[in-house]
Structures are given as structure tokens and as C-alpha cells.
């Protein structure tokens, strides 16, 4: 199994931009497909971008299509999620997730998880 650390969250204007990391340990990081979601307050966990083993395919929630970028970097065992643009809605926990068993958007597709990393976008 992989092991997954956020970073990156915080307090930010709407606006604004974050780079959130998602720092990984084990020997599957780099066959693993790799996925942001994220849970707001009172709201379900929703899949916010997905990135395959090799960084050749990526695929984004509607909602964050044009304003994120996810991207990793196998040698350093990091994902990235690029975060601009951002409104008061995109305020919830951003977690990652790993998964060895191909790419999928469901939260129940992914075997590995982080803690999580909040973002706050306010004025």
C-alpha cells in the first residue's frame, strides 16, 4: 500500500492560488494512479482530478476544469494539484488517493488515503 501526506492548504482570498502536494511512500507510488478529492462541510466527498501512473492522462471535475492542474513527479514521489482562480466554494479538505487498479473517479475505486489539507478561500 501506498502511504499519502497532504500539504499545501490554507487561508486564501478569492482569487488566489495554492500548490497542494501530496507526498507519497511505497514501491506502488509508481504504478498507482493518483486522485484529489475533496469534502465540504455537510456535503459528500467529491472527486476533484485524477492523474494516471505515468502523468499521460489526467481528468478533472467540471467544476475545476480550466482553474486546476494536477501533475506528478515520480522521481520525488509527489503529486501536485495547481489550485487558481479560486472561489468560496472550492473551501473543503482536499485529500489524495492511490489506487494500483487502473483510473476511476469513484472515492471507492481508491485503497489509500491521506489526512487531508483544508483549503479556506475567504475575503
Known amino acids: 500500500q501506498v502511504q499519502l501526506v497532504e500539504s499545501g492548504g490554507g487561508l486564501v482570498q478569492p482569487g488566489g492560488s495554492l500548490r497542494l502536494s501530496c507526498a507519497a511512500s511505497?514501491?506502488?507510488?509508481?504504478?498507482?494512479?493518483i486522485a484529489w478529492f475533496r469534502q465540504a462541510p455537510g456535503k459528500e466527498r467529491e472527486f476533484v482530478a485524477a492523474?494516471?501512473?505515468?502523468?499521460?492522462?489526467?481528468r478533472y471535475a467540471d467544476s475545476v476544469k480550466g482553474r486546476f492542474t494536477i501533475s506528478r513527479d515520480n522521481a520525488k514521489n509527489t503529486v501536485y494539484l495547481q489550485v487558481n482562480s479560486l472561489k468560496p466554494e472550492d473551501t473543503a479538505v482536499y485529500s489524495c488517493a492511490a489506487t494500483a487498479r487502473g483510473f476511476g473517479l469513484l472515492p471507492n475505486y481508491y485503497d489509500s488515503w491521506g489526512q487531508g489539507t483544508q483549503v479556506t478561500v475567504s475575503s
Open positions: 492523474i494516471n501512473w505515468s502523468g499521460g492522462t489526467t
Open positions: 511505497g514501491r506502488s507510488f509508481i504504478t498507482s494512479t
